[in-house]
């Protein structure tokens, strides 16, 4: 029975890249599709990075350490800015609760017409697993050989809309970098400081 889930989720990977658009490298399509079912897979990750959320005349910049569990939640809880350090946003199907020092305030499902920092981690991993790939080709980020996905809807021209790019190492999967871009404009930037798959 897993062995025909597997193979029924590969064949969907599959149409689902050969759907939304063609490669600059053919040798990335096929480790994208790797990349892929890795994501839809796994049962857990964590780690931490530097997000930077940018709306035009403000920028803010956090250090943040998440840990995600398939068919839990996703937890964030802010290390930098001083400050704010130990709030943390909880994720459970769509609906986020902030708790600090023993205190939760719920606040509700996550909003489609807008982005805040909370939003950028859960959409970048939402790509991974299940974006529309729309191109896909290998690049140098510092010392890592990585393979960088961009996914839009497969309707709009690129810079056009939401997209999501994403760099991954190529040799452990793990995600390097993601960006998440609205009309051209990168409005969340995620630095992987660590990305651990449990």
């Given at each position: 029975?897993?062995?025909?889930?597997?193979?029924?989720?590969?064949?969907?990977?599959?149409?689902?890249?050969?759907?939304?658009?063609?490669?600059?490298?053919?040798?990335?399509?096929?480790?994208?599709?790797?990349?892929?079912?890795?994501?839809?897979?796994?049962?857990?990750?964590?780690?931490?990075?530097?997000?930077?959320?940018?709306?035009?005349?403000?920028?803010?910049?956090?250090?943040?350490?998440?840990?995600?569990?398939k068919d839990g939640e996703l937890a964030l809880t802010v290390v930098e800015?001083?400050?704010?350090?130990?709030?943390?946003?909880?994720?459970?199907?769509?609906?986020?609760?902030?708790?600090?020092?023993?205190?939760?305030?719920?606040?509700?499902?996550?909003?489609?017409?807008?982005?805040?920092?909370?939003?950028?981690?859960?959409?970048?991993?939402?790509?991974?697993?299940?974006?529309?790939?729309?191109?896909?080709?290998?690049?140098?980020?510092?010392?890592?050989?990585?393979?960088?996905?961009?996914?839009?809807?497969?309707?709009?021209?690129?810079?056009?809309?939401?997209?999501?790019?994403?760099?991954?190492?190529?040799?452990?999967?793990?995600?390097?970098?993601?960006?998440?871009?609205?009309?051209?404009?990168?409005?969340?930037?995620?630095?992987?400081?660590?990305?651990?798959?449990?």
């Amino acid at each position: 029975m897993r062995r025909r889930l597997v193979c029924a989720q590969m064949m969907t990977l599959c149409l689902m890249l050969t759907a939304c658009g063609q490669s600059a490298d053919a040798g990335g399509d096929e480790l994208a599709l790797k990349i892929r079912a890795e994501y839809i897979s796994m049962s857990s990750c964590a780690g931490q990075v530097e997000l930077t959320a940018d709306y035009g005349e403000r920028v803010y910049q956090y250090s943040i350490d998440f840990s995600y569990e398939k068919d839990g939640e996703l937890a964030l809880t802010v290390v930098e800015p001083e400050n704010i350090a130990g709030i943390t946003a909880r994720v459970i199907n769509g609906d986020t609760r902030l708790e600090y020092d023993g205190v939760s305030l719920e606040t509700g499902p996550l909003s489609g017409d807008g982005l805040s920092p909370i939003d950028g981690l859960p959409a970048l991993l939402s790509y991974a697993r299940e974006g529309c790939i729309a191109e896909c080709g290998f690049e140098a980020l510092d010392d890592t050989e990585a393979l960088r996905i961009c996914c839009r809807d497969p309707q709009n021209k690129p810079g056009e809309g939401m997209e999501g790019a994403l760099w991954f190492d190529k040799n452990t999967y793990e995600l390097v970098k993601g960006e998440i871009s609205a009309d051209g404009y990168v409005v969340v930037r995620c630095d992987f400081i660590s990305f651990t798959f449990l």
